[in-house]
C-alpha cells in the first residue's frame, strides 16, 4: 500500500441532548467507550472513540448535548460541545426521529451553518419510529444546504450503521494513523471508572438527584500478588437530605452502584476489584470552579 492511500480524519458527534449520541459512537467503536443512560446531559465531557481499519482511521468525538446552560457545569458543558465543531474532517449531527426537530435542534442547526466542515445528518432512533415521522425530519434537514448526507440509523440495534461508517470513510483525508490499532478511547482507566460509577447511578437512581451528581476516584492501587484492584471512590451530592437517599436504607443503593460498576471494572481492567464507595456532600459543586477542577471538568 502505498504511504498515503491510508487516509484519517476527526469526526465531531453533537446533537440535542438524549438523541442517542453516545450509543451512537460505542455501536461505531464496538464496545463501550462512553457511558450511556435515558437521562439527559449524561455525557458530560469530550470522549473519544477510535475505528481502525486497515486503509483508514476514524477517530469520533463524542460531546455533551447541546442546550442552555443553567449552572457553571452546563457552561463548560457547552463550550465543550462547540469546541468540537473546530478542526474536524466532519461533524455529525445526530437527530432523534421520534421526537422530531425541536427548538432546541433548530438552534443547533443555525450554529451548524457556519460550520466549516461538512455535516452529515443522522437520523437515530428509526426503530419503532413511523415513516412519517422519518420523513418528517428529512424533509425538514433536506432543505439544509450544508448538510452533505442524510443517514437513516438505530444505534440501539446496529441498523444501519455499517452504512454510515462507510459514508464517513469518504470526508477522511491522507493522514496518519494518530492511535494504536487496539486502541479505543484516550480516556485513561481512573477517568473510565469514574464514569462507570456515575452511569450505574444514573441507572439506579429515579430522583433528580443524578444531575448533582459527581464522582472522584481517590485512589487506585493494583496488588499484584492477588491480582486484586483496589479503588477508593467518593459519591459527591449537593445537598445533605440527598445524601441518605444515595445510599440508600442500610448502605442498600450505595452497595448496589457499587456491584454493577465492579462488574464493568472487572472487565475494563482484566481484574478482580475491590470497590468502596462513599458519599459526601459539596453544596453547589456545579457552580465551584474549583470542584469542578477537582472532578476533571476543566
Sequence with gaps: MRENAYRSGFISIIGSPNVGKSTLMNRMVGQKV????????TTRNRIMG????????????????????????GEYMLKVAYESLNEVEAILFVTDVKQGVREKDEALISKLRDAKAPVVAVLNK?????????????????RESFIKDIRKVSALTGAGVDA????LTGYLVPGPQYFPEDMVTDQPE?????????????LLLKEEIPHGLGVDIEKMALRKEDNLYDIWATLYCERESHKP???????????SIGTEARKDMEWLLGTRVNLQLWVKVREDWRNSPAALKTLGYE
Aim: glycine content about 6%; overall charge positive.
Design 245 to 255: 437517599i444515595v445510599i440508600g436504607k442500610k448502605g442498600s443503593m450505595l452497595k
Design 126 to 142: 428509526t426503530d419503532g419510529a413511523t415513516l412519517d415521522q422519518v420523513e418528517s425530519v428529512r424533509e425538514r434537514l433536506e
Design 164 to 167: 454510515l461508517i462507510d459514508t
Design 34 to 41: 462512553s457511558i450511556v443512560s435515558e437521562r439527559a446531559q
Design 50 to 73: 477510535v475505528v481502525t481499519r486497515k486503509d483508514c482511521q476514524m477517530v469520533f468525538l463524542d460531546t455533551p448535548g447541546v442546550t442552555s446552560p443553567k449552572n457553571r457545569l
Design 190 to 202: 481512573r477517568v473510565v471508572c469514574c464514569e462507570l460509577i456515575r452511569e450505574k447511578a444514573l
